[in-house]
Structures are given as C-alpha cells and as structure tokens.
C-alpha cells in the first residue's frame, strides 16, 4: 500500500482518537463488570490486554483506531445488525462525528470486562453509502465496488437470486450498524440512541437480530457443530498463536499494513471490510439427509454412521474436535481443548481417508495440501452468530423447515477477491479443488446455483469412490452486502468531513 499521510492529517488524527478513546473509556469504566462475550471450551481467547499491548507496540498497530468487532470472532451473546439508508448526509456526517463516533467501540476496548462498553457499537459502510457521502477516493477492491449482489452468480446462488431478501436486492443499502451485548435490552437501547441521534438523516432498510444458542449449544452454529474455533491470530495483535493456529500478516485483515499490497488512499489504512451474508440453514433437511445416507462402517451403528457423515462433511465433530485426529468418533475432551482441536495439517499421512478433500474446513484452509501455511493467503477472520429460534419438534419430526433460522455470516479481510469471494468461488464451488474430478463441492457451503451438487473427495472412507449427490441445498443465500468497516480516525477525519 503507498500512504502519503500529510503532518497535519497525522495530528488531527491523533488529536480525534484521543478524545474518541477517552470518552469511550471513560463511559464504560464506570459501567462493565462481567464480558459481553462468551467464551465457551475450544474456542481460542482473545490476548490479554497487556499481551495486545506488547504485541501492538512492536508491529506499530493501533488498536484504539481498528474497530473491535474486527478481532472478537465468533463470541457475540447478543447482536443486531442495522442496515441503513443515508438521506441527508450532510445531517449525517455532522451526527455521526459528534454523537455516533463517541459509542464506536475499538479494538483495545474489547480486551479487558471493565474497557468493553454495555453495548458494542461499530459501522461500516458500502460502496453506495461512501458515494452517498461524496467520498470518491477508490478503495481499489473490485467486488466491494461492485457491490455483492452483482457477485450473487460468481458466488453460485442461484440466477435472479429468488431467496435474497427484497432488502438486499433494492440497492438502497449505504451502511450497516453492528450492536453487540450481554442483553438484548442492552442492544435495543443503544439501536434506540443511535437511530434517535441519526433523526432523519438516514432511514433503516433492514435489520436482522442474531443471538448465541442456548444452553450446552452456547458456540455452536445451527447444524450443531462448534464454531469460530480455527479464526487466525492477526500479527501486531496476538502474538502467541495456538496449535495449529494461523498466523497471519496484519495487513490479510487490514488494510494498509503488512503484505496488504493494493494502492489504497491514506485513510483506508486500518480499515477492513465485512462480508455480510445472511445464510439460512435448513436444519431438518441437513439431519434427514444424514440420516438417510449413514456411512456403514461395520463398528458403528446407523445412528453413529450418521454422526460420521456430518463429522465429515464438516471436517470436524459437533464437539469440535478434527476428523482428522479422531477419525471414527468424537472425542469431546479434544473439541474442548483450543490447545489441541486445530493442532494438525493434514500432512502425514496425506491422504482424504482421516478428512475428506471435500470436508468444509479442508476446502476453505487446506492448510498442508498447499505447502507451508505462510503459502495460503486466503484469510478470513469469521465474526459471525446464529440468528432464528431452535428447531421446533413439529419440524424435527417433519424434516422440514418453517421457521427460518441460520447464521448471519460475517468474514473480515483486507481483500474481498483474496478472502471470502476465493474461499466460496474458487475452493467451495470448484469440484475440482483440491484433486482434480475426484473432490467435488463443499457439501456444506458450496453453491451450484441450486442445482444438485455432487460430493466425494473420499467422504465415504469406506468406499473412497462413493458419489453423493445433494439436490436440496442445506444453507441458502438470503443476501447480503460487501462494506467497509473503517478506522476511528478514518471516521473522524475523512467520513464525518
Ligand atoms: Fe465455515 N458449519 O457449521 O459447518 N465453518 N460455515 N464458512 N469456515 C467452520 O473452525 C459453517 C462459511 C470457513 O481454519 C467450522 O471455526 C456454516 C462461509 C473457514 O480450519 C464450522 C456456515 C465461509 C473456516 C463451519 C459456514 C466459511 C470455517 C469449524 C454457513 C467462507 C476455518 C469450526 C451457514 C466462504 C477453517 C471452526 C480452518 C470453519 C460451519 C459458512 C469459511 C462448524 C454452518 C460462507 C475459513
């Protein structure tokens, strides 16, 4: 990235994320005393503040400027996502410096239960939105530009994209609000703030709340498997990687630093942007097809040939634990152990029998099978959650859906191309990839534009050869957007102005 910051943009963004940060933190020293993350068994835990500290200190990053949600993963009890249309931006910009900017809640905040505000505030804005507020500067990412709808084939959802949601297909959305918190009171109140601050300056399109499942299932995305264990540890910020951890450059999340190598105006550095999907599961179909095509493993009953197909579709248990270390049961204990449940390669024996090619975690990181993981830069950091209630026993006895519920997919990365769009495109979709006609689709996420989508790539270990054909695709595309989630001082100097 080539920056030409000017001294005087450098002071008076200095001059702005002090107060920002101070105000922040003096509003939420008085306020916090328990997190408003989960942090279940298995999953990685953020640093500690002085860990981050260090780390921050030495690779020259600034958290108190790169928004929290960026680094917090997959941990949110609470979140509503706010989509908005900006109607009079001038009102706008002049609200958002002077009442939203103050509640934006940073990276640095979200490391200690005192520092985190009662309700995480963050924005980020699309392509439409920025053009809205007359920033013409080209941030130099062709899908974010193109907006996701115009990507909706690329990505393989099905031609006129008849499940996206109206709201997502209008072309009036400008930004999205991301509200976080222990409560849904919380959550509501400060929407409640920041919509009555905005007035009439922008009117909301859209808005999806999303919640932590309940009880033994805190963690656990809808299908039931543990989620947002393998998130990759972003140099400058978590220094000490976990087993099996990726370690990535800062610059693969943010942009303008380290191996980020796209020409960017100064003011996007520290930015990131967010893929938002909004991906409906179908539950009660993904469990009656696993019940229905067990794999018959002589040790197993029907039931467990059914666990093992899932496991493998997944790559992983329910519990989390790899296929690839446990390959014929779970082993809860590993799922539980962040030390132990991603501290593997797939190297030696290299082979689909312990994980299929296919399995959705070998396709979207297929970590050993492209050499060194220094040699993979097709990071993402997930910050997504579950949204719709539980499944309903009149649908468990049905096996079907009626109510919607699935998970509201969020991925940062400093380049779309790079992160998101070639994880679902080129890996997920491609039958290909990993061995040439012999892989298939990603049985979890791959898309054939609703068309069945054939799967092997050794998901049967049994019968390597076994063919599955999905016709009823278990998690559906309802839409979504690509914006950018900026700096504090991005907001300050560049997007309020
Ligand atoms: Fe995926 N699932 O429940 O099956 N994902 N994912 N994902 N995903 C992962 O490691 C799931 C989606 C990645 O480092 C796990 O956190 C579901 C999209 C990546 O080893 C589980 C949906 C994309 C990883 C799921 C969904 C990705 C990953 C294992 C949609 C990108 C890390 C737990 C409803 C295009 C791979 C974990 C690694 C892991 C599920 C979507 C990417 C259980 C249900 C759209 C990079």
Redesign the pocket.
Known sequence: MKISSTFANLVLCAVGLLSVAHTQEARSLQKRSTSLLINPPGLPQLPTANAAKAASASAGLNLTDIQGDIVVGMTKKQETFTFFTIVDAPTFKSKLRSEILPLITNARQMLKNETQPDTLVNIAFSQNGLTTLGITDNLNDTAFKNGQLNNSQALGDPVGTPDWLPEFTAGNIHGVFLFASDTVDNVNATLETVTSALGASITQVYSLQAAVRPGNEAGH?H?G???????PAIQGFDDTPLPGQ?SVPAGEILLGEQNDNVIRPDWAKDGSFLVF?Q?Q?LVPEFNKYLTDNPIREPALTPEQGSELLGARM?G?WKS?APVFLSPLVDNPALGANSSANNDFTYAAPNNASLCPFSA??RK??PRADLGAESKNTHH?L?GGIPYGPEVTTAEASSNTSTIER??A?V?YQSNIGAG?QF??QTW?NNPNFFVKGTTGFDP??GANHGNPRWTEGNLDPTIPTRNFTIITDF?VSRGGEYFFSPSLSAIANKISV
């Open positions: 995305e299908f498997f543990l989620d947002g264990i393998s998130n990726a999907r991906l599961q997944v992983r989390g959705h975690i979207t990181r993402i997930r699935g998970l997919f991925a998101f994880l679902q997920a979890i996420i998690i």
